[in-house]
T-cell receptor, first 114, second 111 residues
Framework: KAGVTQTPRYLIKTRGQQVTLSCSPISGHRSVSWYQQTPGQGLQFLFEYFSETQRNKGNFPGRFSGRQFSNSRSEMNVSTLELGDSALYLC?????????????FGSGTRLTVV | GNSVTQMEGPVTLSEEAFLTINCTYTATGYPSLFWYVQYPGEGLQLLLKATKADDKGSNKGFEATYRKETTSFHLEKGSVQVSDSAVYFCALIKAGTALIFGKGTTLSVSS
C-alpha cells in the first residue's frame, strides 16, 4: 500500500516568488494536514482538510493557503516567499475525523528561499 | 492552551543502555498521546500511542504509559541500538484540534 507522497522533495525559490507543494494521501484517506518544521519553531500546524473543506487552521499569515481536491490530493501554496519560509513542509493523511485513526506522514518537501 | 514539553537533547547513549525521554503535557480533558520518530531526511513515523489514562503504548521495544495524575507520557526502551538514533517527538491531540508536538529530542547511540 503506497504511503503519503509529497512532491517535489526539494525546492529552491527566490524571495518574493510563490510556490505550490503537493501531497497525495494514502488511498482511502480523506483527511490531509500540513505542518511546517523548522529548527527554531519545531513542528507547527498549518491547516487540515477533510472532504475538500478546511476544518482547522493554524496561526500562519494569509500568504499560506491550501486546498483539497475531490480525490483527496492536497496542495499548499505560499505566496510572496520570505527567507523565513525556508523549512521542511510535511503532509499527513488520516482516514477521517476520529483522532484515534492516527496520522501517516510523508517524507516532506524541503523548501529553501534565497 | 494545549502544549507538550519534552526534555532537551541531545541524549547520547552507548548501545544496550536504558533510554528514558521525558514528556509532559498540558491539556484539558483527555487527549490522545503519541510518540513519533524522525530519521534523517525522512518524515515522521508513528512509534506508539495511548488514548486513555493508564494505557501503555508499545512498539519495537519502546514503551510509554499515559499518566493522567502526572500529565506525563515518558518514552522508555530497555536496550537501545545504534539504529534507534533519530529525533523523537511527543505529541497530543484532542477532538477538533490538530496534533501538537513537543520540540523533539535527538537521540544518538554509539556502538
Amino acid at each position: 500500500k503506497a504511503g503519503v507522497t509529497q512532491t517535489p522533495r526539494y525546492l529552491i525559490k527566490t524571495r518574493g516568488q510563490q510556490v505550490t507543494l503537493s501531497c497525495s494521501p494514502i488511498s482511502g484517506h480523506r483527511s490531509v494536514s500540513w505542518y511546517q518544521q523548522t529548527p527554531g519553531q519545531g513542528l507547527q500546524f498549518l491547516f487540515e482538510y477533510f472532504s475538500e473543506t478546511q476544518r482547522n487552521k493554524g496561526n500562519f499569515p494569509g500568504r499560506f493557503s491550501g486546498r483539497q481536491f475531490s480525490n483527496s490530493r492536497s496542495e499548499m501554496n505560499v505566496s510572496t516567499l520570505e527567507l523565513g519560509d525556508s523549512a521542511l513542509y510535511l503532509c499527513a493523511s488520516s482516514l477521517g475525523q476520529q483522532i484515534n485513526y492516527g496520522y501517516t506522514f510523508g517524507s516532506g518537501t524541503r523548501l529553501t528561499v534565497v | 492552551g494545549n502544549s507538550v514539553t519534552q526534555m532537551e537533547g541531545p541524549v547520547t547513549l552507548s548501545e544496550e543502555a536504558f533510554l528514558t525521554i521525558n514528556c509532559t503535557y498540558t491539556a484539558t480533558g483527555y487527549p490522545s498521546l503519541f510518540w513519533y520518530v524522525q530519521y534523517p531526511g525522512e518524515g515522521l513515523q508513528l512509534l506508539l500511542k495511548a488514548t486513555k489514562a493508564d494505557d501503555k503504548g508499545s512498539n519495537k521495544g519502546f514503551e510509554a504509559t499515559y499518566r493522567k495524575e502526572t500529565t506525563s507520557f515518558h518514552l522508555e526502551k530497555g536496550s537501545v541500538q545504534v539504529s534507534d538514533s533519530a529525533v523523537y517527538f511527543c505529541a497530543l491531540i484532542k477532538a477538533g484540534t490538530a496534533l501538537i508536538f513537543g520540540k523533539g529530542t535527538t537521540l544518538s547511540v554509539s556502538s
